[in-house]
């Protein structure tokens, strides 16, 4: 490889392990145990890799001695190729991390089937009426919710599922368990029901929401709800006092948020920047002294946003295929790939070394960092 090849070369081409699937890729889960990452396409099917690397960049590092630079060389082995599975509906399939290793995975047929980290398919779960088009489930709790677009149903075990009692005729395709699964987030039409589910199901907020929802993320204590919306910004909801407030002024829907732990903030995708805000001054009642600069304004939207488990960092994902980092609350990013396809879906892995990627055209990657890079 010449000189002017190498630095043509992006961060992606020279970290990521990037694979091609047949149609758009719709999301994706790290497993529970952070050995496998599986990817969603909107042809129905599912496509599982395995989290290690076997080429890690450590291994193509190298120091010049005379200059003291640090390159990293390019991949030389072939990468192992996905687990792709035969597809269990029509349309892209809900997927949630299960407590064992491995996936659950909702077909069109009503099943919610175990699919393993080796691409098999186990046993049916549970079985609902109508097509599973939504799902979560809570390792803490042991429990999934499942909702067929109507009704939800709730699963404690091997075949049983209660079906909530939400009394209405209203679609429902947007579900989130608590982090310690206690409580459950069902979008129900334009608005927001919050159940306990601990013991025997009980209703505790019902809000009604300006548009229809499209995310819902916990913060990792449990003590707030953002909601993204179809059309106008994102709802905030305090689990204290069930006190909701709309942050608008969006110009796409919020498809994707995240809360980042480390710094106490919340962002959202759908704007022309990484739109973040600290925790500390919430963005309730139109207060914006708690805003983060983050990451460059620009005329390309961001299409997905993943906050990193332990360093204040936030990936991007850009409707140009753009993927960066950035320091929560500073200018300066790191440009992981300029361009490309539409990014559809981010996540980082537990230990925060793997960033994974999907994207319109089908592209499903592993970005491994060097344990160096995030000081």
Not at 57 to 63: I, K, T
Not at 166 to 177: E, K, N, Q, R
């Amino acid at each position: 490889m010449n000189q002017q090849t190498m630095q043509n070369l992006t961060l992606f081409d020279l970290l990521a392990r990037s694979w091609q699937r047949p149609s758009a890729i719709a999301d994706l889960r790290f497993g529970t145990d952070g050995t496998a990452v599986a990817f969603t396409s909107v042809d129905g099917t599912v496509a599982i890799a395995a989290v290690a690397d076997h080429e890690p960049p450590e291994s193509r590092l190298r120091v010049s001695h005379d200059l003291g630079q640090t390159t990293i060389r390019p991949r030389e082995k072939p990468l192992v190729p996905l687990i792709a599975t035969a597809a269990f509906g029509d349309g892209d399939v809900p997927i949630a991390a299960h407590t064992r290793s491995g996936f659950l995975v909702g077909a069109a047929s009503g099943d919610v089937q175990h699919l393993t980290a080796g691409g098999e398919t186990e046993a049916s779960l549970v079985k609902i009426d109508g097509p599973t088009v939504a799902i979560d489930h809570s390792t803490r709790a042991e429990r999934t919710a499942i909702s067929n677009g109507h009704d939800v149903f709730l699963s404690r075990g091997q075949g049983d599922a209660v079906q909530l009692g939400l009394g209405v005729a209203l679609s429902t395709d947007a579900l989130a368990f608590s982090p310690g699964g206690r409580r459950l987030a069902c979008g129900v039409g334009e608005g927001l029901s919050i159940w306990a589910v601990e013991g025997d199901a009980a209703l505790i907020h019902d809000i009604s929401l300006p548009a229809r929802l499209v995310s819902i993320r916990w913060s990792s204590d449990g003590t707030w709800l953002a909601c993204g919306l179809e059309t106008g910004g994102f709802a905030l909801v305090s689990m204290a006092d069930g006190r909701t407030d709309i942050v608008a002024g969006f110009p796409s829907p919020v498809r994707t948020m995240c809360w980042s732990q480390p710094a106490n903030a919340l962002f959202a995708s759908g704007a022309f920047r990484i739109a973040g805000w600290s925790m500390t001054t919430p963005p309730f009642g139109g207060d914006t002294s708690g805003a983060l600069e983050t990451g460059r304004a620009g005329l390309v939207l961001v299409e997905a946003v993943a906050a990193h488990p332990e360093k204040k960092l936030i990936a991007a994902g850009y409707a140009n295929g753009r993927i960066t980092i950035a320091q929560i609350g500073a200018r300066d990013e790191l440009v992981v790939r300029p361009l490309g396809s539409a990014v559809t879906a981010l996540a980082w892995s537990g230990d925060g070394r793997h960033l994974a990627v999907g994207s319109v055209d089908g592209t499903a990657a592993i970005v491994t960092f060097p344990a160096q890079m995030f000081k």
